[in-house]
């Protein structure tokens, strides 16, 4: 006996990767929803690679009544008014937004790092997926704070154009192809040309001077892994289509060397470690599109401070960073509180 899984956002990018994931991961469905806005009613989607099709039912009108569980992937918006409503309904409600991370009755997930906190989720029926920056920030912190103690991260993040949609992969692509024809270059999606450019600024700006971006990874990072943590970070987006990157630097409590930090590592759950000193010994953004890992390269000292660490870490953010985490948050969820048969 399996599951009744509604997929809220279903025609988005992130939407499409979790039916493909809860495909991928064999994750046991009875039934399945496509549930979007009332723009995409009516139309068929995919599940997955399978040749099946599902057909868009409209998120306004849809009765979570007797389904198990929905994997929300559709905006702060739409997700303040329905996901209390699936809950209150019984549904319980893996969210995707920012809407819920830092609610103290919600919790905030990632399986690998902080699997006991879910058992918290029935304060609300709704548990909280992270920032995707910072889920594979924690996935490869958790090994080396258990191990040494973190004191302090300073994280530089070099986020793909996915991260803020479809608009601003075709951002991506319309003004490179602007670019090589002569044409003029006009920003839509992002407050800057993106096509061969950087632009440091992800959300909102803060009283600060700090994003929001960066503001979501330093209180996440904290609810998740440990208050006492020091974060600061620096969110940059770059010309890439998918796979965010991440440059860590590392302070910790006790000593640790580079080589125990690779040792651990290589046995971590969710880490790949490809760290290789050598021409090409690393990964790069185009290489983990599509995989689940968090991968890990760069490994080394820094002589700057005591017990200190730095590294490189790249992941699929629409997969660990968001579709992939939130399907392994469900089979948790399964595992240790809605086991069927």
């Known amino acids: 006996m399996g599951y009744r899984v509604a997929v809220v956002g279903a025609t988005g990018n992130v ?10 991961r064999e994750f046991p469905c009875d039934e399945v929803a496509a549930v979007a806005s009332s723009r995409s009613t009516g139309t068929e989607i995919e599940m997955g690679d399978t ?8 998120v306004e009108h849809f009765d979570f009544t007797d ?18 409503r699936a809950a209150s309904q019984g549904c319980v409600v893996i969210d995707n937004s920012s809407l819920y991370r830092m609610d103290p009755d919600v919790p905030l997930i990632v399986p ?16 909280a997926n992270p920032n995707c920056s910072t889920a594979q920030l924690v996935v490869a912190l958790k090994p080396l704070h258990d191990a040494a103690t973190i004191k302090r991260v300073v994280v530089s993040t070099y986020q793909s154009t996915s991260g803020a949609g479809k608009a601003g992969m075709d951002e991506l692509f319309t003004q490179s192809r602007a670019i090589f024809v002569g044409d003029a270059v006009e920003p839509s999606a992002f407050t800057k040309q993106i096509a061969f450019n950087v632009i440091p600024h992800i959300d909102s700006f803060l009283d600060d001077g700090s994003t929001k971006e960066e503001w979501k990874m330093v209180v996440e990072t904290k609810k998740i892994l ?21 440059a860590i630097n590392l302070e910790f409590e006790k000593e640790i060397s580079a080589a125990r930090a690779q040792e651990i590592l290589r046995e971590a759950p969710g880490c790949m470690l490809v760290d290789k000193r050598e021409d090409g010994g690393y990964v790069t953004p185009v290489e983990c599109v599509g995989d689940g890992a968090t991968y890990i390269s760069r490994v080394r000292e ?7 660490l730095v590294l490189w ?29």
């Open 67 to 84: 389904w198990d569980i929905a994997l929300f992937s559709a905006g702060s918006g739409p997700t303040e008014l329905h996901a209390p």
């Open 302 to 308: 820094d002589p700057t401070v005591d017990n200190g």
């Open 112 to 127: 690998e790092v902080n699997p006991d906190a879910i058992d918290g989720y029935a304060r609300k029926n709704i548990i």
């Open 15 to 24: 939407g499409r990767e979790m039916l493909a994931v809860l495909t991928e």
């Open 226 to 246: 440990d208050p006492k943590i020091k974060v600061v970070a620096t969110c940059v987006r770059v010309p890439v289509f998918v796979g965010h990157s991440e």
């Open 313 to 341: 870490c790249v992941s699929d953010n629409l997969r660990k960073g968001a579709a992939l985490n939130a399907v392994q948050i469900a089979e948790l969820l399964g595992r240790r509180h809605l086991q069927k048969g």
């Open 51 to 58: 040749g099946k099709m599902l057909q868009v039912k409209n």
